[in-house]
């Protein structure tokens, strides 16, 4: 990837469409093609290829659309004077600007984040930019702006890694056979069977792997935010006291709480760092 227009743009708008509110976001000044602090999680795969991003985020505008018709059709879409949704927007303002290092094609989403009164402990970043909690997720778990930071800077990882191109290029590969991948360029049978993946965005399941390259990355897309990266030991820790022996949905294909948290405590000497600079304090 590589970061030419964003690295010589000195600011970007990025646009909320649901409730209207717009705001400035400056653009950084790295990329994960340079060396940079953090974690560094490589390149994106090679699946993500055989898709077409266009083809992805166009379908998920689609979905999230349809999806926010529906909660607002059961008066469970929350509006825009709603003080959760302002504090989700407002910690997605802080971390949306550090995502364009990660994936050069977030300077041009239109970012989105709604709150939908459900018990679900639950939360997704779709293709493109679109943002959606649960209100159970907020309310059962009692999470701090730190906890949310954390769950939003992993859901938003999982859009910026292409997490859903990939598991979509790799479906796609198999349905229609390695002697079929030559003609990738031009779709054909392969522009079918995304179509027919793509009605899954909302449901699609990433795997262990997808899911703690998410935590790297979301972890140091907060502490980039001003939000302290040692949260997600707590997050995990409510979260594994909610699941009482049986995952929540959000938890269903993640990796244990043990393993997840031993991950975060391993990596955050790299990411501390620039929390404290984030913050302009030590990091305590």
């Given amino acids: 990837m590589t970061c030419t227009s964003y690295c010589s743009c000195h600011q970007r708008r990025a646009l909320l469409q649901a409730g209207g509110l717009v705001w400035l976001v400056p653009a950084l000044g790295w990329s994960q093609t340079a060396p940079h602090e953090g974690v560094n999680v490589g390149g994106n795969s090679v699946f993500t290829k055989l898709v077409s991003a266009q083809t992805i985020e166009a379908s998920a505008a689609q979905q999230y659309t349809q999806m926010l018709q529906q909660a607002a059709g059961k008066n469970a879409l929350a509006g825009k004077d709603h003080p959760q949704l302002?504090?989700?927007?407002?910690?997605?303002?802080?971390?949306?600007?550090?995502?364009?290092?990660?994936?050069?094609?977030?300077?041009?989403?239109?970012?989105?984040?709604?709150?939908?009164?459900?018990?679900?402990?639950?939360?997704?970043?779709?293709?493109?930019?679109?943002?959606?909690?649960?209100?159970?997720?907020?309310?059962?778990?009692?999470?701090?702006?730190?906890?949310?930071?954390?769950?939003?800077?992993?859901?938003?990882?999982?859009?910026?890694?292409?997490?859903?191109r990939e598991r979509m290029g790799k479906n796609a590969a198999t349905g229609i056979g390695a002697n079929l991948l030559s003609s990738v360029l031009g779709l054909g049978q392969l522009g079918q069977t995304v179509t027919s993946y793509g009605a899954q965005l909302l449901t699609l399941q990433f795997s262990r792997s997808d899911e703690s390259e998410a935590d790297l990355v979301g972890m140091e897309l907060a502490a980039r935010a001003g939000f302290d990266p040692r949260a997600g030991v707590s997050l995990w820790q409510k979260m594994a006291a909610a699941s009482k022996g049986a995952p929540p949905q959000w938890l269903s294909t993640h990796p244990s709480g043990t393993t997840r948290i031993a991950d975060i405590q391993a990596n955050l000497p790299k990411v501390l760092p620039l929390y404290q600079r984030s913050t302009g304090q030590p990091a305590r």
């Avoid at 009692?142 to 990882?157: F, I, N, P, S, Y």
């Fill in 86 to 164: 302002r504090r989700l927007r407002a910690i997605a303002q802080k971390i949306i600007p550090h995502a364009m290092g990660w994936n050069p094609r977030a300077q041009q989403w239109r970012w989105e984040v709604n709150l939908i009164g459900s018990k679900q402990i639950n939360a997704f970043c779709m293709p493109g930019g679109k943002i959606a909690f649960y209100s159970g997720i907020l309310e059962q778990l009692k999470l701090t702006d730190h906890e949310v930071a954390t769950v939003m800077g992993h859901e938003v990882a999982h859009a910026l890694r292409e997490h859903a």
